[in-house]
């Protein structure tokens, strides 16, 4: 069986009527897909929200600070896939002390 990143850079040559150039179609390296995950969970979690407007806070840029993000998600992807558990969050520590803020 192919790693997934050899069979995602497959996938657009079978979609015949795809008008995205080759490098709009997929992602280039699996930290490209991290990226667009954490710009795109900023939008639904407040929590993800919060850790970009604070680096946007401290100065940073949009692309930096969604970087940022994408760190701090692999933090909670990281944890949750050597506790073997589902994110919950409602047991994340950020998104509670976001709460009782």
């Avoid at 079978?14 to 390296?29: A, D, E, F, G, Y």
């Avoid at 969970?41 to 407007?53: C, Y």
């Amino acid at each position: 069986m192919r790693p997934i990143t050899q069979l995602v850079r497959i996938l657009p040559w079978c979609w015949h009527n795809s008008t995205l150039p080759w490098n709009q179609t997929v992602h280039q390296t699996p930290g490209d897909s991290l990226i667009d995950f954490a710009d795109d969970s900023r939008h639904a979690s407040p929590w993800a929200a919060k850790v970009d407007n604070d680096a946007i806070a401290r100065g940073k840029r949009h692309p930096r600070a969604v970087r940022i993000l994408a760190r701090a998600w692999v933090r909670v992807i990281w944890r949750c896939w050597h506790d073997n558990t589902a994110h919950n969050p409602q047991l994340h520590g950020g998104a509670m002390q976001l709460q009782a803020a």
